[in-house]
């Protein structure tokens, strides 16, 4: 098992799509650590971070209370698509909304593919990767000490029957970021007691900020599963860890 921090799937799984490497594995049956590194030019590396907006200063609308934004899309492998046409359309907002908005009709250029590892596409485009989650709960059945993370270092933490902590947001690889007492955790869903009972929350709504392609370079907000639904739109196939790029 192999762990990504928050902090690098946010910022330096970016930037692996200019030449980081794998990760390595471990034989011993431990969870090793990762430090992704990349070969990225700087000037390629301060583009990127000056796309990593600060949460405060995107706006939504009509997100229900509870809700709340992160800024990244998770998993090993996040989600992408591709435009697979000339003359695609998608349909896209002015802002990040949770129900019906006055709509964008966003043109996307032939072959572009919107991944969070398409770096060069998101410096040209500026594109902007955010997710909007929903934190539930589990309650820990049975006492347990697990071996969590915090910031740049390891500790165990000790559950009680009964108690209840908050699931923030996943990560990938079975990481997820959990919250108990005001403090953020990072820990592995496989070390958890079977016995550990989840609440069931809405799915993450996942949203990039495109360039249109119009005389205007409109910006929009599209929503990954509404780019979907557009004809001439593709889920993105990967072809190794960190790597994407345009069509060919």
């Known amino acids: 098992m192999i762990r990504l921090t928050a902090t690098a799937l946010a910022a330096s799984l970016v930037l692996t799509a200019c030449g980081g490497s794998d990760p390595e594995t471990d034989t011993s049956g431990e969870t090793p650590t990762t430090d992704i590194e990349t070969s990225a030019p700087a000037e390629d590396e ?14 939504t609308v009509g997100y229900p209370e509870g809700w709340e934004m992160q800024l990244y899309w998770s998993g090993e492998y996040p989600n992408g ?16 909304t949770y129900e019906e908005h ?3 009709y966003c043109g996307l250029p032939h072959k572009a593919t919107y991944s969070p590892w398409n770096v060069e596409r998101m410096i040209s485009d500026e594109l902007v990767f955010v ?40 990560i990938a690889e079975g990481f997820f970021i959990a919250e108990k007492d005001g403090i953020a955790y990072e820990m592995n869903e496989a070390e958890l007691p079977e016995s550990t009972e ?12 495109v ?30 860890f960190g790597e994407a790029a345009d069509l060919p």
């Open 198 to 209: 989840f609440e069931q929350g809405p799915e993450d709504q996942e949203w990039v900020h």
């Open 81 to 96: 698509f591709a435009v697979t046409q000339e003359g695609v359309t998608v349909l896209g907002h002015e802002t990040i």
């Open 102 to 104: 006055p709509p964008i």
């Open 46 to 59: 301060i583009k990127v971070e000056e796309l990593l907006t600060d949460a405060g200063d995107i706006p």
């Open 211 to 240: 360039t249109c392609d119009d005389a205007d370079k409109t910006r929009a907000w599209v929503r990954y599963e509404q780019a979907l639904q557009a004809p001439g739109v593709e889920p993105y196939e990967y072809t190794g």
């Open 131 to 170: 997710a909007m989650t929903y934190p539930t709960t589990f309650t820990i059945r049975e006492d347990a000490s697990l071996e969590v993370f915090v910031g740049d270092g390891a500790e165990q933490l000790e559950l009680k029957a009964g108690d209840q902590l908050t699931y923030k947001s996943y």
